[in-house]
């Protein structure tokens, strides 16, 4: 199985669509808590999912449930937290909500876990992504 991973940010449509075109992605899991931000600019849910379909001939599905709680999320971002202390909260958060028993395997291979940050180094999507490898073990990972 192959899992991708993609940001949108400080990158254009032409880039973004490209990649996951070249990649051959057959869909595009949302794991953001918020997807209607007027920050997103094409990559708005209900835009994304349009462009996705008409560019590329991928789905779009949005799973919450791989996002990170609204207070987790403002304590690293508004409030200045670690990425440490960020990342070791988002690991208890996904064994908690056991997420890895929330979607069949099948249907995240293929697929490519979106969210904002541009690269994965300190972004959840990394963590989705690693978390779910170590729990079904057969998972290639990359990060576009």
């Not at 254009?12 to 075109?21: C, I």
């Not at 960020?86 to 995240?108: C, G, Q, S």
Request: hydrophobic share 35%; glycine share 6%.
């Amino acid at each position: 199985m192959r899992l991708f991973t993609i940001g949108f940010t400080k990158t254009t449509a032409e880039s973004f669509f490209g990649r996951l075109r070249k990649a051959g992605v057959k869909r595009v899991v949302d794991v953001r808590l918020n997807n209607v931000s007027q920050l997103s600019g094409f990559a708005k849910k209900e835009d994304l999912r349009y462009f996705l379909r008409e560019i590329c001939g991928i789905e779009y599905s949005h799973q919450p449930l791989f996002a990170p709680t609204q207070e987790l999320l403002d304590s690293y971002k508004k409030h200045g937290g670690e990425w440490a202390d960020y990342e070791k909260r988002f690991l208890e958060l996904m064994r908690d909500r056991r997420i890895e028993e929330a979607v069949i395997p099948e249907v995240l291979d293929g697929a490519c876990l979106l969210c904002s940050e541009d690269k994965p180094h300190h972004c959840h999507r990394r963590l989705v992504a690693e978390y779910l490898k170590q729990k079904w073990g057969d998972l290639e990972l990359a990060h576009l």
